[in-house]
């Protein structure tokens, strides 16, 4: 038998008109201010893109920190890579890799390693007149703070080669941005700076433009510079590897602890995905083009069969990864969670 029985009629409607105030009720609450008659709150503003300065990682013993000195969208990257191609071609490698195919944003990111006993930096950056000055590149010093560093902890400064885009930074106002520093950088690289030969290039060209910034920004230092060649020894752990081509002197660096190994590389790829997939296509800024297809070609078979971390200065900032053979050529892997 059913129990339930129905309310009586008065009581019923009551009921309803219980329940429709209710929904009601809710409904307005839940509905925006404005139907409410209270003013909305203002529009959020709009934010500008963030941009990361640093990123620190474990290498064994040593904190390794990737910091960016400059972010700055350029054309390219023909013929900056792929000088000796069409531009259609890189065009169309940068389309088939889902990228813009006539502008690109290089990395510029100095390395530094803190041994625990010394603060070792390669590169010094743009500076006030590299490649890319103020506003847009310049940044190191700031990134270096946000780090948690200063210029006067750095011990070491370790150069990859002396384009601007490297050594821009290493002085400041015309007095040394790391006071206390000692320097390094290959001897085939000062030795070729230092003479003559660039200053009779064309004062457009890069190599006359490399000479005038050397003698202002590294010449100066000369008294506490050290001059290695490849093999050679930085410190315990990081010892220098031939890289030559893009410069006569340029040189990559093995940093490693604790059977952990990072190859810094300076500039032996220009850009992450054309470099790399055509390393035998020849870069703009290489003085010697075949040289530094071989170049490239070597560095990039050892850090894919030895399965090196990578810090590769042009590559897009964090300017970290690993690289894997990929048919003729190579691939970039930009690094995730794999150094913690």
Known sequence: ????????????????SRRHALTAALGLLAA?????????FAAAPELAPSTPT?????????????????????????????????ATEVEALMAANLLPEKRFRPGFSPTLVNTGRELVLFDAGNGASGFVPPPAGGWLVKSLATAGYTPEQVDVVVITHAHPDHVGGLMSEGKPTFPN????????EFDFWKSDRPLAAPKESNEYGSAVMFRSHVLP????????????????????????????GHLA???????KR???????????VASLARPDWHALFDQDKEAGVATRRKIYDMVATDRLAVAAYHTSFPSLGYVERRGEGYRWIPLTYQLG
């Open 262 to 272: 990072l190859l810094v590389w300076g500039d032996c790829a220009h850009h992450e």
């Open 1 to 16: 038998m059913n129990t339930l029985s129905p309310l009586p009629g008065r009581r019923r409607g009551l009921e309803l």
């Open 32 to 40: 925006p201010a404005v139907l409410r008659g209270v003013p909305a």
């Open 253 to 259: 660096f093995h940093v490693e602890s604790e059977g």
């Open 221 to 248: 230092l000369a008294d506490r510079t050290s001059f290695i060649a490849a093999d050679g020894e930085v410190l315990p752990g990081i010892r220098a590897v031939a890289a030559h081509g893009h410069t006569p």
């Open 54 to 86: 640093f990123q620190r990682f474990r290498l064994g013993r040593f904190d390794v920190t990737s910091l960016l000195d400059a972010s700055a969208m350029i054309d390219g990257p023909w013929p900056i890579v792929g000088e000796d191609r069409s």
């Open 181 to 188: 520093a000692r320097y390094v950088i290959g001897a085939t």
